[in-house]
């Protein structure tokens, strides 16, 4: 772990809904969000599984997989940190809301509405161009069987994974810079960093995702969070398999380098924001995708 598990901002689910439930403005945005989240996630990728199974989809299937995979390890047991991706912001939203108390109803709303935006503007492009990667024919433990039972595996790149997370640790600094709360809270908000980096690197060892899905997430939320400018993303593109001792130094400068690349092509200095999301999926129609099964659906 990259830093005390007692730094990470964590509260309880419960009370952030019961926080939520008793103001009209508060609820009115979780349940946008919500709605948002099943349409643009689940709704839409069913509906382009079941598209694909009756042979009537127009949209292409991508395999995003890329040889640079290999480099790192597989660990299904990371299934475990693979899967708190979510309770990362739910956790942190909750302790900051009690600790700040109403005064922190704004940035709720504020957060909610943009992490919305994460899962539309990712929308954007699985419906232009699906993508996926392999997965064994049998769950290797009861964690990823529930993943592979509700995850159609159709929309890996950008990686919402990604994307959930790196809004999350810099989102909150944001808010909590915007009233002066981001010194008080620096111990906390470095944990919610170090914990996203630990989540992006469990995207990669349980093989739900490619090296090619972090650094498109990055340049998409370059456009949703203006401030995660190129050098945010390339220090945290940086950090990730730092410390782990069974990823090569040689493959994990490789894997890296490919990274900051890839995000260079996406997000091109200088180059209009609103740019980046067509060019993620020139990326994914241009490319030389290895030559094996689609995951099943």
């Known amino acids: 772990m990259r830093d005390p598990d007692y730094a990470l901002p964590t509260g309880s689910a419960a009370y952030l809904v019961m926080t939520v439930a008793v ?7 979780a349940a946008s969000f919500a709605a948002t989240v099943v349409g643009r996630f ?9 598209r694909l199974r009756r042979g009537v989809s127009p949209v292409r ?26 309770k990362l912001w739910i956790g942190a939203l909750s302790y900051f809301r009690r600790r700040l108390g109403r005064a922190f109803d704004d940035s709720v709303i504020e957060f909610l509405a943009g992490l919305g935006r994460c899962y539309s503007d990712a929308g954007s492009v699985y419906g232009r161009c699906l993508s996926t990667t392999r997965r064994p024919d049998r769950a290797p433990s009861l964690r990823l069987a529930f993943v592979y039972a509700v995850d159609p595996h159709l929309f890996c790149v950008p990686s ?10 810099f989102r909150l600094r944001e ?30 060892f349980v093989r739900q995702h490619s090296v090619n899905c972090i650094p498109t997430a990055l340049a998409m939320l370059s456009v949703i969070l203006p401030g995660y400018d190129e050098r945010e993303a390339k220090a945290f ?15 994990r400068a490789r894997v890296v380098d490919y990274m900051a690349g890839l995000y260079d092509r996406v997000a091109p200095a200088g180059g209009r924001p609103e740019d980046r999301y067509d ?16 995951a099943e659906a």
């Not at 593109?237 to 493959?251: N, T």
Request: proline share 3%; net charge negative.
């Open 23 to 29: 103001r009209l403005k508060t609820l009115r945005a």
């Open 42 to 50: 689940f709704l839409d990728q069913y509906a382009h599984a079941r």
């Open 61 to 86: 299937v991508k395999n995003i997989e890329h040889p640079l995979d290999a480099c790192v390890p597989i660990r299904y047991e990371a299934a475990g940190v693979y899967l708190t991706f979510v």
């Open 160 to 169: 919402l994974h990604v994307l959930v997370v790196c809004y999350t640790y």
């Open 175 to 204: 808010l909590l810079a915007a009233t002066a709360d981001d010194g008080r809270f620096g111990r906390e908000l470095d944990a919610l960093r170090a914990r996203a980096v630990e989540i992006t690197e469990s995207i990669l």
């Open 237 to 251: 593109m940086a950090e990730l398999f730092s410390i782990d001792v069974e990823v090569d130094s040689g493959d």
């Open 279 to 294: 060019a993620i999926v020139d990326f994914l129609e241009a490319y030389d995708e290895p030559v094996l099964e689609l």
